[in-house]
Each structure stands twice: as C-alpha cells, then as structure tokens.
T-cell receptor, first 112, second 114 residues
Framework: GAGVSQSPSNKVTEKGKDVELRCDPISGHTALYWYRQSLGQGLEFLIYFQGNSAPDKSGLPSDRFSAERTGGSVSTLTIQRTQQEDSAVYLC??????????FGPGTRLTVL | AQSVTQLGSHVSVSEGALVLLRCNYSSSVPPYLFWYVQYPNQGLQLLLKYTSAATLVKGINGFEAEFKKSETSFHLTKPSAHMSDAAEYFCAVSAQVGNEKLTFGTGTRLTIIP
C-alpha cells in the first residue's frame, strides 16, 4: 500500500508570500501530525489532528501558521506572509494504531 | 513535560564494530520511547519502539535498545556496523495516553569508517 505522501517535495518562495503544503496520509489513518525540521531548532511538533479536529495546535509558532484536515484524510498546512525563518523541511506523519507514526518524505521550504 | 537528550551529535565507528548511540529521557508520565533513522533527503523511518511490554526491544536492521528506568536511558545498539547504517538517528518520546505527539532529541549522525 502507499505510504504518506507530501507535495510539493520542494517549494521556493519569496518573503511575504503565502504557501500551502499538502499531506496525504495512509488511507484509514485517523491521526495526523505535522512536524518541522530545521537546522536551528531540530525536529519540532506543530499540530495534531484526530479525524478532522485539531486538539493540539500548541506547536504552531505563530498565527501565520494554520492547518486543516478534510474528510479525515488530506491535510493542508498554510503559512501566510512567509519569513526567512520559516525555511525548513515540513514533515507529516499519520497513524492508526497507537505508538507508530509513519512519516512522509517531507516538503523542503525555502524562503528567499 | 517530556524531553530526550542524545549524547554525541556525531559518532564514527569502523565497519564491523559495535554501534552505541545514547539517549536519555525525562518524562513526568510513563513514556513511550522510539528510535527513528533518517537517510539523506528522506523522511523518518521507525527502527524500534518501547511500549512497556519488554525492556529489551529488537528492531529492524539488527538494531536493539534497552529501556532502563533507573537510568532513564534508552540506548541504541547494533553488534556489527554496516556501511548502510550511515544515517542520522533520532530518539523520541511520547506520552502513553492521549496525544502521542513526539518530542525528539537533537539527533546523532552516524558515520561508518570502511
């Protein structure tokens, strides 16, 4: 079966532009997580979805960041008015059973 | 609150030698513990996980880790290193109940010397 997929794989944008990053979890996985991997901060949790609701948004670094999940499946992470410090690899993971998250290949975001 | 500390950001071992990557955790609740591996330009792959069933956990590619509550440690070992083991390794912790978001260590880059 297919794993977690993310698109685009690479995104280059100019400072101040909005970007959308997409995550397609493994079919049937109810939990979905977004993480960010950057040189300065390492791997950080951003947001957790259970179904379509997000009980934990505590990792979103500012109100420029938002995410949604529709149909209990695809999730989109949106960053408004991008800044250079937003440059990072954004990773998505999904899980069905507890204690095992499957990660996608990530989206590398570069803000010029 | 939970955290993990990985000692040694870079570790080099000779091919065929023992691999030992260190991880210590801090958790206010019983933890789940994980080791993930990341190859260049790829996502994270689960190597093994501790979920309180057994303290010695065996994973993929010949890796294993032992949960030691008294030492708050979960070190990763492999008896004999292969060139293909060169990668970055992350230790992570999550709570046993509710939101299972992962808190990661800073990672250890493993280099294998031929």
């Amino acid at each position: 079966g297919a794993g977690v997929s993310q698109s685009p794989s690479n995104k280059v944008t100019e400072k101040g532009k909005d970007v959308e990053l997409r995550c397609d979890p493994i079919s049937g996985h109810t939990a979905l997580y977004w993480y960010r991997q950057s040189l300065g901060q390492g791997l950080e949790f951003l947001i957790y979805f259970q179904g379509n609701s997000a009980p934990d948004k505590s990792g979103l670094p500012s109100d420029r960041f938002s995410a949604e999940r529709t149909g209990g499946s695809v999730s989109t992470l949106t960053i408004q008015r991008t800044q250079q410090e937003d440059s990072a690899v954004y990773l998505c993971a999904s899980s069905l059973f507890p204690r095992e998250q499957f990660f996608g290949p990530g989206t590398r975001l570069t803000v010029l | 609150a939970q955290s993990v500390t990985q000692l040694g950001s870079h570790v080099s071992v000779s091919e065929g030698a023992l691999v030992l990557l260190r991880c210590n955790y801090s958790s206010s609740v019983p933890p789940y513990l994980f080791w993930y591996v990341q190859y260049p330009n790829q996502g994270l792959q689960l190597l093994l996980k501790y979920t309180s069933a057994a303290t010695l956990v065996k994973g993929i590619n010949g890796f294993e880790a032992e949960f030691k509550k008294s030492e708050t440690s979960f070190h990763l070992t492999k008896p004999s290193a292969h060139m293909s083991d060169a990668a970055e390794y992350f230790c992570a912790v999550s709570a046993q109940v509710g939101n299972e978001k992962l808190t990661f260590g800073t990672g250890t880059r493993l280099t294998i010397i031929p």
